[in-house]
């Protein structure tokens, strides 16, 4: 699913970029020159406390899926290329006009269609994955790879069943499958796929633990290494820099003064200046799963309008932290927060708080389900709070003209409550506690 860095990384490309995509990404080194700050180099690697997701763990989830789709009545699903395919399968496949795509039946063996150039590299990925007695129907490039799918489906009796369509396939893909199999029925796949990704089990939760420390490790880096003068894009070097020392991909966006009453900032170019707020945001990934933090501080004094918007913003975050616990309503969570912003002059609705207070989190930085009244997805309407989600609790204030507070920290929900996977920003000035 196209997330909010991943948006906000292509647009930059056309302007002076706000939003820098890390060089750990596209494999290139820092754009500074000679030694790193002493706080960034004083941070150290954290790889080896990852451990991939195992072949034995996604045969689990392929078979959560088999009974998820009994449950909706559904006789196959249909992966692309994306984070669900390598959440199920461990392959990693980019989208383009030639389908890549691996069927899932109910019942009956997993298939894969494949361009005919690509088939020894389909194998490769399927060796060292849990699809197990998987055929490969390769198609040439004057060939209908939607007639292999049709005939996969025909093969395993079910060419008029119900098949779910993974959300991010390309609607070319979807509706030349619904011509070549014109007696099935094309449906969404979501409640399969998102009613196995939102539900978190105790590895993927320490990975996006190790996720969240190393951003906040980093964060509190680039804090002490700050001076004034700084550009966003310098700042966002030194975020590079410390990322590329733990040791895990990552994103920046740094946004100062009355951008950061933006919620997802401007490209006009920034510089930092004493007493002036600003907001980082985004974070790494580490064996394919996210973190998301929010830190916003001021170099120096603040006033204090700023230290009292940033009290508010941390009770709001507080007061979602407390209300999260197993089989309330997600939008429970959003109107907690949401009432102490009104209640302080902040209000109403959306006036200051100007998005929703959290969104779910894994391989995709956003992902289901989402904090917020009226939810994006019909399925979600009737999804409540449960162990195992994974969340962001990111209340803030936007003041058009002055400044934005925003505090976010990654959520986990526990069969008891809600944990935050980080510490909260102590107050504006000392965002990172004593240590800072």
């Known amino acids: 699913m196209l997330t909010r860095r991943h948006f906000l990384t292509l647009t930059g490309a056309a302007g002076a970029l706000s939003v820098t995509r890390l060089s750990a990404q596209r494999g290139r080194g820092s754009e500074s020159t000679g030694p790193p700050p002493p706080s960034i180099a004083a941070l150290t690697s954290m790889r080896n406390r990852a451990k991939p997701i195992t072949t034995d763990e996604r045969r689990g989830r392929v078979e959560r899926a088999k009974k998820l789709m009994a449950e909706a009545k559904l006789d196959a699903i249909i992966l692309t290329g994306g984070t669900s395919l390598t959440?199920?399968?461990?392959?990693?496949?980019?989208?383009s006009e030639r389908l890549f795509a691996v069927v899932i039946p109910r019942e009956g063996n997993p298939y894969v269609v494949c361009p005919g150039f690509e088939e020894e590299r389909a194998r490769e990925q399927l060796a060292l994955g849990p699809l197990v007695h998987t055929d490969v129907a390769t198609w040439q490039e004057d060939e209908s790879p939607f007639d292999r799918v049709a005939q996969g489906l025909k093969d395993r009796g079910i060419?008029?069943?119900?098949?779910?369509?993974?959300?991010?396939?390309?609607?070319?893909?979807?509706?030349?499958?619904?011509a070549a199999a014109p007696a099935a029925h094309i449906v969404s796949a979501t409640p399969i796929t998102a009613g196995?990704?939102?539900?978190?089990?105790?590895?993927?939760?320490?990975?996006?633990?190790?996720?969240?420390?190393?951003?906040?490790?980093?964060?509190e880096a680039v804090f002490k290494a700050l001076a004034p003068a700084m550009t966003q894009n310098q700042v966002g070097r030194l975020i590079d820099a410390g990322y590329s020392r733990l040791g895990f991909p990552g994103f920046a966006s740094v946004q100062v003064g009355e951008y950061t009453a933006l919620p997802h900032g401007s490209i006009q170019p920034q510089a930092i200046r004493e007493g002036t707020i600003i907001m980082i945001d985004d974070g790494c990934t580490v064996e394919g799963y996210q973190s998301d933090i929010t830190r916003t501080f001021v170099l120096g004094k603040a006033t204090d309008k700023m230290k009292r918007v940033f009290d508010i913003v941390h009770q709001a975050q507080t007061a979602a932290l407390k209300a999260a616990r197993p089989g309330v309503a997600l939008e429970s969570i959003d109107a907690a927060a949401r009432k102490v912003i009104a209640d302080a002059g902040y209000g109403p609705g959306f006036k200051y708080f100007t998005h929703r207070v959290g969104h779910g989190m894994?391989?995709?930085?956003?992902?289901?389900?989402?904090?917020?009244?009226?939810?994006?997805f019909g399925w979600e309407k009737a999804v409540r709070m449960m162990p195992g989600m994974m969340f962001s609790d990111e209340p803030g204030i936007?003041?058009?003209?002055?400044?934005?507070?925003?505090?976010?920290?990654?959520?986990?929900?526990?069969?008891?409550?809600?944990?935050?996977?980080?510490?909260?920003?102590p107050s504006?000035?000392?965002?990172?506690?004593?240590s800072s």
């Open 87 to 95: 959440y199920f399968t461990g392959i990693r496949w980019g989208n």
């Open 428 to 434: 504006i000035e000392n965002p990172f506690g004593a």
């Open 196 to 219: 196995c990704r939102m539900l978190k089990d105790a590895h993927e939760v320490e990975l996006m633990r190790i996720a969240s420390e190393a951003t906040l490790k980093c964060y």
């Open 398 to 425: 936007y003041i058009r003209g002055e400044f934005g507070v925003r505090l976010e920290d990654d959520m986990h929900v526990t069969e008891s409550g809600a944990e935050l996977l980080t510490p909260q920003s």
């Open 362 to 376: 894994g391989m995709d930085g956003h992902e289901w389900p989402y904090l917020v009244k009226n939810n994006m």
């Open 159 to 178: 060419a008029s069943g119900r098949v779910g369509v993974e959300e991010t396939t390309k609607f070319v893909f979807a509706d030349s499958v619904s």
